[in-house]
């Protein structure tokens, strides 16, 4: 099956929207992607990793950052709030995995690098990200299929 937003175009516009919402917003666009490409491998969506890592690779992220997202607690190539932001990202999408998905303390370092403005950016990427993952996974979408 083809991606439900393309099979049904009319839901696709409104996700588009709130994406150059979220885009901006005054957080780093590299964070963004940063968060997109980390919550799209929790999901293992690959057509969404494969993306998120050409995106990101275009708006001038490194190769070492993007082969290090995975494993962004042990790599030296992050900010302090790239892995807020990256832990908020993997709090958000793993919601079942802990009775308590998004710690306080995951939320209050978040809160610590980040206006309420942004907190809300980054919250929206990564529903945004979750929604395109659950998409594309469900239907098997096939990474950089779609250009």
Not at 27 to 32: A, M, N, Q, R, S
Not at 136 to 143: E, G, L, S, V
Request: proline share 5%; net charge negative; with cysteine.
């Amino acid at each position: 099956m083809k991606n439900p937003a393309v099979v049904l175009p009319e839901a696709m516009q409104p996700i588009l929207t709130l994406n150059k919402v979220i885009q901006k917003s005054s957080v780093d666009p590299l964070t963004l992607e940063l968060v997109h490409l980390r919550a799209s491998q929790i999901n293992s969506c690959s057509s969404c990793v494969d993306a998120g890592a050409r995106s990101a690779k275009k708006a001038g992220e490194t190769d070492e950052r993007l082969r290090a997202v995975a494993a962004w607690r042990e790599s030296p190539y992050f900010t302090d709030a790239e892995r807020a932001a990256l832990a908020l990202a993997e709090s958000a999408t793993r919601l079942s995995d802990r009775s308590d998905p998004v710690p306080d303390e995951v939320w209050d370092e978040a809160a610590r690098h980040f206006t309420e403005e942004q907190l809300a950016a980054i919250v929206l990427m990564i529903a945004v990200t979750n929604l395109f993952n659950r998409l594309n996974a469900t239907t098997r979408q096939i990474a950089g299929a779609w250009g």
